[in-house]
Nanobody, 115 residues
Framework: QVQLVESGGGLVQAGGSLRLSCVAS????????MGWYRQAPGKQRELVAK???????NYPDSVKGRFTISRDTSKNTVYLQMNSLKPEDTAVYYC?????????WGQGTQVTVSL
């Protein structure tokens, strides 16, 4: 059974940095995209960053230039480097591995950015 486990969340002051990691346990094949999403209280889950099997990346304007997604395919791991964090980045962050057969989600890790 495949599980995605995130780590690296926490409390940071505005302007600070955090690096999130997400590793897949178990056998997982044909990963099309790896991504990070976030959900703030009272808001819908939104895309933060994704990277395709070909290495193309995509970011919304809200994080472009501040967040960087990377991966280690040999370890089935995806990372999210978050710099210049803002209070509005506060949310639960979820990793996602999308394969041909299934859509995997992690349990989420809390990121809180204080003033």
């Amino acid at each position: 059974q495949v599980q995605l486990v995130e780590s690296g969340g926490g409390l940071v002051q505005a302007g600070g940095s955090l690096r999130l990691s997400c590793v897949a346990s178990g056998s997982i094949f044909s990963i099309q995209t790896m991504g990070w999403y976030r959900q703030a209280p009272g808001k819908q889950r939104e895309l933060v960053a994704k990277i395709t099997s070909g290495g193309s990346t995509n970011y919304p304007d809200s994080v472009k230039g501040r967040f960087t997604i990377s991966r280690d395919t040999s370890k089935n791991t995806v990372y999210l480097q978050m710099n210049s964090l803002k209070p509005e980045d506060t949310a639960v962050y979820y990793c996602n591995f999308w394969t041909i057969a299934y859509d995997y989600w992690g349990q989420g890790t809390q990121v809180t950015v204080s003033l």
